[in-house]
């Protein structure tokens, strides 16, 4: 044996599991002080379904900075963008939505989702190319050439479809709760934790199982590299900002219907928790992002409930706490 | 002889930094051509520059006819010429599998040439599914060196392999770089350490002050004490 060959053998890859767990232990210890098992119950459930949609939202933006070194503020024009172009399919099929079939509902549900999806994607293609393509590897540009757009995106929506609250209705299916015992939890509230744990499985099979993936990956810690490799990480760079935007298109759409109104402040809300999200989760990291949603969407549910006024700094407060215990997030991605 | 690899005048800057100052060389076909010099003499910017990673401020680099000083470091690499940076740049968060999968661009993963490679870097295949981040300094070199040669390439350029590994590490490291030179690729290897090169190289270009200062065969420059102290400033017999 070599001496390049020596060494015991190494453990296969694996994923440190207490982090994973802080949800969990986040709920057992708040279990307690909230008394009620129903109320207990409906407290998480709602905070899954809430954590589920930031991070459909987030999951986004932890990708296009963890790959793109982009600190793209504009983030929030797509969450809004996403829920106005879902608004836009559900009032015409206004007819779909009130009608008593779930296949009508889910059919009018999907499309509305989807739309968001595509518009933002397509709209993220071209807000890369002219916005945050002439600024690559420039952060106070970033910050303000982002900011900026969406500024301007913000305005357009204000010019398109005026200041009012737009109000949406819920396909009549999701409307309603189920009993469980004395719990009642939203219908859906189970639709946008079912439409979250899809989309996170869909991107991590994306990422772990495709070539793509492995190039998203790779480039997220190494750029370069990726590209002495021979491939041309810019249009890697292109269809991950597609991507990231597709994703805030699909939050934002999900967040309006759970909402019941919309309204183009709407990604500047979420803009911020997306930012705590990713943080928490560690820059870069999809699996991150994901725990650090529910994390901060369950601790914003119990605080709520039990001090009300605690719940203006739950997240911030959580991040804190995070970060002093692993100061690069819950699951840093090396190199990064 | 004919050149893979050729450099006319070849300026660079990084930032305000002139570093390159009009180097000329080339890398002859088939051979390993050995970069050598003091730290700072601008052998690993030669090497980036190359590989399209810096831009090229002023002059020509060529790979057989088809020029580069334009191209991005993806266009070099889609030409055959694989690269194993300095640093290793191994993507830590990968399985060993991942980052070769990643080094064949053009397809899956060719079995006898896995098995080529298992063959001199055999730890690769012990720990094929391991995090690349979990590897020895050593172990990550030969993985930076496997993701490199995974596919056939016409030009290799590596950088230091030897840097920072242990004197027996860097014995079966030589014996897996005369396996690979074995194969005819054409070799631009930049390195400190003279029983390397002297043991590897077939040519040798030295560099200093952003330029090339000598050119000529390996054997001779191994072979002439005062050429070396010249050139370098240490003798190569200081450094069995």
Same mark, same amino acid.
């Given at each position: 044996m070599s001496a390049l060959d020596a060494g015991a053998a190494l453990p296969r =890859? =694996?994923?440190?599991i207490l982090p994973a767990l802080t949800p969990l232990i986040v709920a057992l210890v708040a279990a307690p002080f909230i008394g009620s098992p129903s109320t207990f119950v409906t407290l998480t459930a709602a905070g899954l379904a809430m954590g589920m949609m930031i991070f459909t939202m987030a999951s986004g933006l932890t990708l296009v900075f963890g790959m793109m070194d982009v600190l793209n503020f504009g983030h929030g024009a797509f969450i809004a963008l996403g829920a106005y172009v879902a608004t836009l399919v559900l009032l015409p099929l206004a007819g779909w939505s009130s009608a008593n079939s779930l296949a009508l509902n889910l059919a009018v549900f999907v499309l509305a989702v989807l739309a968001a999806a595509l518009v933002c994607g397509a709209v993220g293609w071209a807000f890369e190319r002219l916005i945050v393509k002439p600024v690559y590897g420039q952060h106070l540009r970033q910050i303000l050439a982002t900011i900026g757009g969406s500024i301007i995106a913000e305005q357009l929506l204000y010019a398109l479809f005026g200041p009012e609250r737009i109000p949406v209705a819920l396909p009549t299916t999701f409307q309603g709760s189920i009993v469980l015992g004395e719990a009642a939890i939203e219908k859906y509230r189970l639709l946008a934790t079912l439409v979250g744990l899809a989309v996170f499985a869909g991107e991590m099979l994306i990422l772990n199982r495709t070539k793509i993936g492995l190039l998203i990956r790779a480039g997220v810690e190494n750029r370069e590299m990726v590209e002495a490799l021979g491939y041309r990480v810019d249009r890697l760079f292109v269809g991950v900002f597609m991507a990231g935007s597709a994703l805030a298109g699909l939050g934002g759409a999900m967040m309006a219907l759970y909402r019941g109104l919309v309204h183009a402040t709407i990604g500047g809300e979420f803009l911020v928790l997306c930012f705590i999200v990713i943080i928490i989760g560690g820059l870069g990291s999809v699996g991150g992002s994901f725990v650090g949603a529910i994390l901060v969407a369950l601790i914003a549910n119990y605080a709520g409930f039990l001090a009300p006024k605690l719940a203006l700094v739950s997240n911030i407060m959580a991040m804190v706490v995070v970060l002093l215990w692993r100061p690069r997030g819950l699951y840093p991605v090396s190199g990064r | 002889m004919s050149a893979v690899l050729s450099l006319e005048g070849v300026h660079t800057h990084i930032g305000r930094y002139h570093i390159l100052q009009g180097v000329d060389f080339d890398a002859p076909a088939g051979r390993t051509t050995m970069l050598l010099g003091r730290n700072g003499a601008g052998k690993t910017t030669a090497l980036r520059t190359v590989m399209g990673l810096w831009r090229v401020s002023k002059g020509r680099i060529a790979l057989g006819e088809t020029p580069l000083q334009n191209m991005t470091a993806s266009d070099v690499a889609r030409l055959g010429v694989g690269y194993a940076p300095e640093t290793m740049a191994v993507f830590s968060d990968l399985s060993v599998k991942e980052n070769l999968v990643l080094g064949a661009r053009s397809g899956a993963l060719n079995a006898a040439r896995l098995d080529w490679i298992f063959g001199f870097f055999p730890a690769l295949k012990r720990f094929w599914l391991s995090r690349a981040g979990s590897l020895s300094g050593g172990q990550k070199q030969m993985l930076s060196i496997a993701r490199a040669i995974v596919e056939p390439r016409e030009l290799l350029l590596i950088d230091e392999p030897t840097k920072g590994l242990a004197p027996a590490i860097v014995g079966s490291l030589i014996a897996c770089l005369k396996e690979i030179k074995a194969t005819d690729v054409t070799i631009l290897l930049v390195e400190q350490n003279f029983r390397v090169a002297r043991e590897v190289g077939d040519e040798v270009r030295v560099m200093d002050n952003g330029r090339i200062v000598h050119r000529g065969a390996m054997a001779e420059l191994a072979a002439d004490e005062a050429l070396q102290n010249r050139l370098l400033g240490l003798s190569l017999d200081s450094h069995q």
């Open positions: =890859r =694996r994923m440190e | -």
